[in-house]
């Protein structure tokens, strides 16, 4: 059973940078797969970040495009979102998710909140 | 950019169907999916590709997917159903890539 776990700081402070960590398990780690980070603000609808692939390649949502990076390790199975500059918007349920190559999600982590507050 | 749009609350009896659209600009043209999401939890992918279903998801949720207008259908509603439904697809042409609708409540009367 794949198994995503995301993990970090649950505050930050406005203008900081915020640094999470997605754990996997449970799955092929040669797999054509492609790792994404979602964000939901409270009460509100979800918004794409960027993803990785395994080969390293990337894209992200223009709107965060100079602000995040997402990476992998595939040594340690893990996926990282770095989000820099931080203010309050960007307090929101953090969720890292997989894409199996078929243009959607199969699997999420369970999230984790973060709140940016000064 | 490309914009989903979803009926913010849908009502439905237990027994009843419940249809909740998602609206965009010739969104027939691309393959959609429909993920269910309860409080506290992430969302679950419940139809893809218009109407595949994943393995456990039950035959009560069906899609359909033409023109500007794409529904995701529940059929003989069940309390278990209350929650957030969100479409989403893929186009790389925004340079969104993942796009996701606004989302819409369902409330099991």
């Known amino acids: 059973q794949v198994q995503l776990q995301e993990s970090g700081p649950r505050l930050v402070k406005t203008s900081e940078t915020l640094s999470l960590t997605c754990a996997v398990s449970g799955d092929s780690a040669g797999g054509n797969y492609f790792w994404s980070w979602i964000r939901q603000p409270p009460g509100k609808g979800l918004e794409w970040i960027g993803y990785v692939s395994n080969g390293g390649s990337t894209n992200y949502n223009p709107s965060l495009k100079s602000r995040a990076t997402v990476s992998v390790d595939t ?6 979102l770095i989000l820099r500059s931080v203010t309050p918007t960007d307090t929101a349920v ?13 699997y999420w982590g369970q999230g984790t909140l973060v709140t940016v507050s000064s | 950019s490309y914009v989903l749009t979803q009926p913010p609350s849908v009502s439905v009896a ?45 035959e009560r949720f069906s899609g359909s997917n033409s023109g500007n207008t794409a529904t995701l259908t529940i059929s003989r509603v069940e309390a278990g159903d209350e929650a957030n439904y969100f479409c989403q697809l893929w186009d790389t042409s925004s340079g969104q890539f993942y796009v996701f609708g606004t989302g819409t409540e369902v409330t099991v009367l």
């Open chain 2, 14 to 58: 237990p027994g009843e169907t419940a249809r909740i659209t998602c609206g965009g600009n010739n969104i027939g043209s691309f393959g959609v999916q429909w993920y269910q999401q309860k409080p506290g939890r992430a969302p679950t992918l419940v139809i893809y590709y218009d109407n595949d279903r994943p393995s456990g998801i039950p």
């Open chain 1, 75 to 80: 040594s340690t199975r893990q996926v990282s």
């Open chain 1, 94 to 106: 953090y969720f890292c998710a997989r894409d199996a190559g078929r243009d959607f999600f199969d």
